[in-house]
């Protein structure tokens, strides 16, 4: 019996005879030849079917294959210097194994919705194959790079009764006979972690309510957040761009093919695993801004919007940290700073090319009368947050945290336009299906 | 400046001095010497005060100290044959870092719902921190055993419009104007996923709103879901098992301590690492039943209970697979048997020592008229189902996967008693707080 190989593998049995699933991407042929464009969810090859050397049977059938029918092939593998993937297969045997009548998405062009509406086969086509390949990618890599550093993964319940950041912009349901919300972020409970176990992520799907429609938001995200107990800010943001830069480093050396369908451009991704990153103030940032003369508007203690941060970020070749915002825009549970009243211990992390904020983070509060007046000041249930005080109560420490978005990282990494592609099956406003 | 070690590193810096940041579990103390135990998160040993050997002040301190207030603490690390941690510290310095009044969980005995109320100060103990440790393991070893066999990650949506097994025990909420439901299942998805990439899984948090209150049911779950295109269910049970055996290798091998807390019995744990896993056919198990004499009312063609399964897994050493249930009583998208009308191609992996089902998986059927019938008969929308009939329309191919219950493995693995030990912010049936 022949061996079953994956297209991947095709390296490893150069001038063997092998047997593959696949499905047919493309074809052409002539009377005497037919080259088939071949798939299965490892990588992309070409079958060459020599009309002289096969039976009038699997020759008619390479013919007459259409378009994402699934096959049984048998051949054997040959180098193919012609081929970005450099491997191709001199077919002898093929088999139907499934019908395609019609495939709906042809080799032209097709709007973004009607490929959104057929997200289920769209993700079978080489741009889609290559993205969700470095997602999973970025996904492993984050998985090696916290254990490697002691974390351990404290998985935030997804439905709570209570929310970081007030109420609005939350799903909500009904628990038997209360109500609780979808979680927009598991920081609280990674603190409560992070004081049982030093240092803890989680890494779960998030969910924003937000009636906007950017080409950086989605509805359901990924969300890594880490929180370390014992440690300062400057240590988490030196925690922050080691983990970017081996993210990215890992999809540089275990994605080539991929980055290579995508034309990314490895020189650029390679700046980005240069450490330090640089760190800007929150003022420094706002002066940039008004002398720039494009924000005529800009004034201290406004959040950034993406042209901001996308105008900041062009500025450096690296992602950028811009620290210590006005404690009025950020949330309740930030750190005060030491010597001035006006802002907080934070900062966010900005994606250079125009990707905008890809890490939010900051040192957090560590009293529990400041955190209690806090809460109150921003109108949240007191009793929601009683557990959340205990952190405060009984042994509380310095501790910092940060939370990274991995569609919006993935685009960036891959250079896509819009954060709909880091995902397999994107939520947007007014987009459920499939 | 001192070195800021883990105490799991203690072994790596014997009769150096360090710091550690630290809060104190338990102390006992006489005239002349104070013991102090100590947790870091990443593991916990003895610090040791001799009165005579520090200050007067940092004596006081030591026997001053309160449960679960946070140290910096300095000393000298020996080796403690008499502890099963191995090492202690002898310190010289304590400084204190954050108080602790009246830590609500003594060491004396609490009732279940007073330690679940105050969840985020439990998981700082002992037993709790074992529990985790192994979690975070099998979560890594999962990440570990489906990389190395080629899978990749592809995550299903949480908010869906449509729902595998029927609207029962459903999460609802408003998707903007558009009725959502949090997932059960990620499968369906998982199945276009491995139409595209051929081997993919999931491992993200499901829902069940389900009113039963038993040890092994938990509301918010998380699930492992691979599905591989191209493979039988004989295949299918062999990566099932093999899976298997690499968590429960893994935790043998990195979680020696934990398990040590935690009492656990490694040459039970080893027994299941022995491949292969017997197998034995639903009909058989319902024979097996009915000759028991413990069960008169159980009848060909109904589902087991909890009784039943831990009595079928009682006569194994090992995790049993049940194969082939009656079609009535499973979903509609299983595989029909080849040559019986009244059984599907599927299996149910039993765990020993009482744990029941710990995967759940089949065969899929492939034709997508037989499915479309399916659908219909089960009561489903059609509309809904499109996306996934596509799969079938559009180079159908056979296919298999499972599910795994992430808590209830680490419930049998650990061998606690029940699953809310197994996640670190249990939903139960009313219970949604912290
Ligand atoms: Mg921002
Ligand atoms: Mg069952």
Not at 84 to 93: A, D, H, K, V
Not at 297 to 311: A, K, L, Q
Request: charged letters at 30%.
């Amino acid at each position: 019996m022949l061996k079953t190989i994956s297209i991947i593998d095709a390296k490893n049995h150069v001038d063997e005879e092998v047997k593959i699933g696949v499905w047919l991407t493309n074809k052409r042929s002539s009377g005497k030849i037919a080259f088939l464009q071949l798939r299965d969810g490892t990588a992309f090859f070409q079958g060459v079917v020599v009309k002289n050397n096969v039976s009038e049977e699997v020759f008619t059938l390479a013919k007459e294959v259409k378009q994402e029918e699934s096959l049984y092939v048998t051949g054997t593998i040959h180098e193919d210097q012609r081929s970005p993937f450099g491997y191709e297969i001199e077919l002898s045997g093929i088999e139907k194994v499934g019908e395609s009548e019609n495939y709906p998405i042809s080799p032209k062009k097709h709007g973004v919705d009607f490929l959104m509406d057929h997200r289920h086969l769209w993700l079978r086509s080489k741009r889609q194959f290559a993205v969700m390949k470095i997602r999973n990618e970025v996904i492993r890599a984050t998985y090696e790079f916290f254990n490697k550093e002691g974390f351990i993964k404290i998985d935030a319940p997804i439905l709570t009764g209570s929310a970081p950041e007030g109420t609005t912009e939350l799903f909500h349901t009904k628990y038997f006979d209360k109500d609780a919300y979808l979680s927009q972020s598991g920081q609280l409970y990674e603190e409560a972690g992070a004081m049982a176990y030093g240092k803890v992520f989680s890494f779960g799907p998030t969910f924003r309510a937000e009636k906007s429609k950017t080409r950086r938001h989605l509805i359901e995200f990924w969300m890594i957040e880490p929180e370390m107990a014992f440690m300062h800010q400057e240590e988490s943001l030196e925690v922050q761009e080691k983990y970017i830069a081996f993210l990215v480093q890992s999809v540089i050396d275990n994605c080539t093919y991929e980055l290579g369908i995508l034309e990314r451009d490895i020189n650029v991704l390679k700046r980005y695993t240069e450490l330090p990153f640089p760190r800007i103030s929150y003022d420094e940032a706002v002066e940039m801004l008004q002398k720039s003369g494009e924000f005529p508007d800009v004034e201290w203690g406004e959040d950034f919007g993406s042209p901001e941060e996308t105008y900041l970020a062009e500025h450096f070749s690296k992602p950028v940290f811009v620290i210590n915002y006005p404690k009025a825009i950020k949330p309740f549970y930030m750190k005060p700073h030491p010597t001035r009243e006006d802002v907080v211990i934070c900062a966010d992390l900005l994606a250079p090319e125009g990707y905008g904020e890809i890490i939010g983070g900051s040192e957090r509060a560590t009293d529990p009368e400041f955190l209690e007046a806090q809460i109150e000041k921003a109108g949240l249930n007191k009793d929601d947050y009683q557990w959340y005080l205990d952190l405060r109560r009984y042994g509380s420490v310095p501790h910092s945290g940060f939370g990274l978005g991995l569609e919006r990282a993935i685009t960036w990494i891959t250079g896509e336009e819009h954060i709909r592609e880091a995902i397999p099956f994107p939520r947007l406003l007014n987009r459920i299906y499939p």
